[in-house]
């Protein structure tokens, strides 16, 4: 499975947004990328996903590199409800084994 | 709606017992997962079941075993708990293959095992 990398950690301030950078170099092109987060002393929840054009929803945006090799999550105003870890990981049809890895603690100001 | 379901929730071991964590699903997903995440850390895999009848272990899987028992219950056995052991457990479950547009893994709430 292709491997994502991520800052281990990164500050906002509360109300303004945020950006959170994935890198997936070894991506293949039946790989989706999906954004998870984890509020503490919670299991992980589902955030966003995409495979090649920008995606929205009501919690956050994506920005998908033309080539794929990395991608944004988009926080367009930061709560302090919204300070958790951000887990961007590659999944496909033919591979069940989901690896996570340390994935970003956003800590966010009032 | 339930979703993903553990038990228990909070349990202290001695060192070399042994344990059961339970994980049931309602969502009629094929592929079950056990992580495990220790203070500050990610997520790292123990052993995933694609579907019914199958296991596979993970990045950690030594010290654990698993049972696919149905397509609704993945259960995570500790044969002799070790302090290394100690962690929070998650069991996650989802149906990827043939949706690729709706294949959202979903998280249980978490189980705290602490061996002394």
């Known amino acids: 499975d292709a491997k994502t990398t991520q800052p281990n950690s990164m500050e906002s301030n509360e109300e303004e947004p945020v950006h959170l950078p994935c890198n997936h170099s070894?991506?293949?092109?039946?790989?989706?990328i999906h954004w998870y987060r984890q509020l503490p002393s919670q299991g992980p929840e589902y955030v966003i996903h995409?495979?090649?054009s920008n995606v929205n929803n009501r919690m956050a945006s994506l920005a998908i590199a033309e080539d794929r090799k990395s991608s944004t999550l988009i926080l367009h105003r930061a709560t302090l409800r919204d300070a958790a870890v951000y887990y961007c990981?590659?999944?496909?049809?033919?591979?069940?084994?989901?690896?996570f890895g340390g994935g970003t603690r956003l800590m966010v100001k009032p | 709606n339930a979703g993903v379901t553990q038990t228990p929730k909070f349990q202290v071991l001695k060192t070399g017992q042994s344990m059961t964590l339970q994980c049931a699903q309602d969502?009629?997903?094929?592929?079950m997962y056990w992580y495990r995440q220790d203070p500050g850390m990610g997520l790292r895999l123990i052993y995933y079941?694609?579907?019914?009848?199958?296991?596979d272990k993970g990045e950690v899987p030594n010290g654990y075993n698993v049972s696919r028992l149905n397509k609704r219950e993945f259960s995570l056995r500790l044969e002799s708990a070790a302090p290394s052991q100690t962690s929070v457990y998650f069991c996650?479950?989802?149906?990827?293959?043939?949706?690729?547009?709706?294949?959202?893994?979903?998280f249980g709430e978490g189980s705290w095992l602490t061996v002394v």
């Open positions: 969502m009629n997903h094929n592929s």
């Open positions: 990981i590659l999944i496909n049809n033919a591979g069940n084994m989901l690896t």
């Open positions: 996650a479950s989802s149906e990827i293959r043939g949706r690729p547009l709706r294949n959202t893994i979903y």
């Open positions: 070894t991506i293949s092109g039946t790989d989706y």
């Open positions: 079941s694609a579907s019914e009848g199958t296991t």
């Open positions: 995409g495979l090649t």
